[in-house]
């Protein structure tokens, strides 16, 4: 039984570039959420995608979007990377919403901004 | 605004030792609260929930609205309870599906 999946593992820009990161959920998980993870500190949400629909935005630049495909899949593309993008990306599915289902997280991509 | 503190960033109990982890969090309404787990090269896990009131591997976890803690405990630490513990609140729906984590506390089990 696959878990959620991303990819790349591990990743390295420059500064200014674009990347997109991609997850794929667990069969039959509909809902798919970022979070970003800078050294030292716990994850921090980025954004959350139901049944293809932008549900939940954190904090983040608008150099940050995202998008859900009809597999429920997802990716996460940042813009003008900074040195500060530098960090952990987590990708967590879960079947629906709400705090009564469980969040599933994937391995991570390790992005290195240089 | 939610906001999760972890007051320990590094916790060290010898082995057969109770462990308590601390948890404080911020919210105006009714929390949803949850502790997270990262075993050494593993992905981050759900450890346990307040609302299903479950022990697992161990570890209970009392959340007291008074004090507005949901602190992990266990009565006899063992060596592979030694990982990153995250203490999470939410989501908490209408809109707002987001999980608020802490900073995390790194429990070392001494042999």
């Known amino acids: 039984d696959a878990g959620v999946t991303q990819s790349p593992t591990h990743l390295i820009k420059t500064r200014g570039q674009h990347v997109t990161l991609r997850c794929s959920p667990i069969s039959g998980h509909k809902s798919v959420s970022w979070y970003q993870q800078v050294l030292g500190q716990g994850p921090q949400f980025i954004f959350q995608y139901y049944e293809k629909e932008e549900r939940g935005r954190g904090n983040f630049p608008d150099r940050f979007s995202a998008r859900q495909f009809p597999n429920y899949s997802s990716e996460l593309n940042v813009n003008a990377l900074l040195l500060g993008d530098s960090a952990l990306y987590l990708c967590?599915?879960?079947?629906?919403?709400?705090?009564?289902?469980?969040?599933?997280f994937g391995q991570g991509t390790r992005l290195t901004v240089v | 605004a939610q906001r999760v503190t972890q007051p320990e960033k590094l916790l060290s109990v010898f082995k057969g030792a109770p462990v308590e982890l601390k948890c404080n969090y911020s919210?105006?309404?009714?929390?949803?609260l949850f502790w997270y787990v990262q075993y050494s090269r593993q992905r981050l896990q759900l450890l346990l929930r307040?609302?299903s009131r479950e022990s697992i591997k161990g570890f209970t976890a009392d959340l007291n609205k008074g004090e507005t803690s949901f602190h992990l405990k266990k009565p006899f630490a063992q060596e592979e309870d030694s990982a990153m513990y995250y203490c999470a609140l939410g989501p908490m729906g209408f809109g707002n599906e987001k999980l608020t984590f802490g900073t995390g506390t790194r429990l070392t089990i001494i042999p």
């Open positions: 967590a599915s879960s079947l629906q919403l709400g705090s009564q289902t469980e969040a599933f």
């Open positions: 919210y105006s309404g009714s929390p949803e």
């Open positions: 307040h609302i």
